[in-house]
Antibody, heavy 117, light 107 residues
């Protein structure tokens, strides 16, 4: 059974860098695209970007200047860094497998990140 | 980017009711439109892929239709556990985008 678990600080100071990990079990990290998606309270879901093990990266242009995704196959982890955060980056952050047909399945349970001083 | 607009934003529902949710895209998608259910406190889960294709393990009362710019999610004979938020998602063009969501609440 595939399981994705997001982890990272729940509180980030404005202007700092948000760093999250997604640890994968039950699926090959090298054989899938991995996406990060966020959900601000009361707002629609926002796709942040995706990564594949061959180095392929696709970022949402709205966040591209601040986003970095990476992969550690030895740890079965996918990572997200978002720099220069503001209160607008407060959200639940999810990692998910981007399937061959480009829908998301499954999703991790999500991690709430609050940007505040 | 492609904007997805769902209707309605909110609906009060009763068990056994037939529910229809629509999703309209600002550009044509073909059938690259997917539907998710998000129960309170849970992550979204896929319930319909490519506009009308069913997903293993999802009850058959969920169905989808449409192509191009207009899509519909139908729940036949709603069950209490279907009270949730529903989101459409397009994968035709980067960046992937989502609708604003439709919340179904039990009366």
């Amino acid at each position: 059974q595939v399981h994705l678990q997001e982890s990272g600080p729940g509180l980030v100071t404005p202007s700092e860098t948000l760093s999250l990990n997604c640890t994968v079990s039950g699926a090959s990290i090298s054989a899938n695209y991995w996406s990060w998606i966020r959900q601000p309270a009361g707002k629609r879901l926002e796709w942040i970007g995706r990564i594949f093990s061959d180095g392929t990266l696709n970022y949402n242009p709205s966040l591209q200047s601040r986003v970095t995704m990476s992969m550690d196959t030895s740890r079965s982890q996918v990572s997200l860094k978002l720099s220069s955060v503001t209160a607008a980056d407060t959200a639940i952050y999810y990692c998910a497998i981007t399937t061959w047909g480009n829908w998301f399945d499954p999703w991790g349970q999500g991690v709430l990140v609050t940007v505040s001083s | 980017e492609i904007v997805l607009t769902q209707s309605p934003d909110f609906q009060s529902v009763t068990p056994k009711e037939k529910v229809t949710i629509t999703c309209r895209a600002s550009q044509t998608l073909g059938t690259s439109l997917h539907w998710y259910q998000q129960r309170p406190g849970q992550s979204p889960r896929i319930i319909i892929r490519y506009a009308s294709q069913s997903i293993s393990g999802v009850p058959s009362r969920f169905s989808g239709s449409g192509s191009g710019t207009d899509f519909t999610l139908t729940i036949n004979s709603l069950e209490p556990e279907d009270a949730a938020a529903y989101y459409c998602h397009q994968s035709a063009i980067f960046p992937y985008t989502f609708g604003q969501g439709t919340k179904l609440e039990l009366k």
